[in-house]
């Protein structure tokens, strides 16, 4: 896969996560999205696009290792399961001895997301005011390599305006539906 990559570019569509980045839980497509920006990134074949009702943009390459990051923060994904403090303390709760009078009910939360600082706050807006430009020059950059759309969250498929660019640009499309 990594040779066939390697001559490719993906524009990956990360509406959904941008959208639900500053949420402490993500969903399970939430975690697919975010999954495939993270594996596609160490490929060096990824631009992460946004399609929006008037806007359609992409993350400039510093954003875009900042985007994932944050996202990364902000759900708690940890490397391994073992750094994950719900997945420690249900460990340590099995462990215990059975007591079948006990009646109390174990509960966890997942911490709150971190609030963000005032920088990563304005970087939305940036990323709107520039995003047009970075992808036309993207896209510009990417001509007669190979170049998909990939959209893994099925978002906003319903509007066909949105995704006016690919077709203006001759960039194919593939979407995946979730639970076909």
């Not at 875009?64 to 403090?85: H, S, V, Y």
């Not at 509007?159 to 076909?180: E, K, S």
Request: a positive charge.
């Amino acid at each position: 896969m990594i040779l066939l990559l390697a001559s490719m570019k993906i524009f990956l569509d990360i509406t959904r996560i941008y959208a639900r980045s500053w949420r402490a839980s993500p969903t399970g497509i939430d975690r697919v999205e975010w999954a495939y920006a993270q594996h596609l990134q160490r490929q060096d074949v990824l631009d992460l696009v946004f399609t929006l009702p008037k806007v359609s943009g992409q993350l400039t390459a510093q954003r875009k290792g900042e985007f994932l990051a944050q996202i990364g923060r902000n759900w708690g994904e940890m490397p391994k399961a073992t750094e994950d403090p719900i997945f420690v303390a249900i460990g340590t709760w099995l462990r215990q001895p059975l007591n079948l009078q006990a009646t109390a009910t174990l509960r966890l939360s997942p911490p709150k997301a971190p609030l963000p600082n005032a920088r990563l706050l304005g970087a939305p807006l940036g990323d709107f005011l520039r995003g047009r430009k970075v992808l036309s020059r993207a896209l510009q950059q990417a001509r007669g390599i190979k170049r998909c759309y990939l959209n893994v969250s099925h978002l906003q498929i319903e509007h066909p305006q949105r995704f006016q660019w690919t077709q203006q640009n001759g960039v194919p499309v593939t979407l995946m539906l979730h639970d076909t």
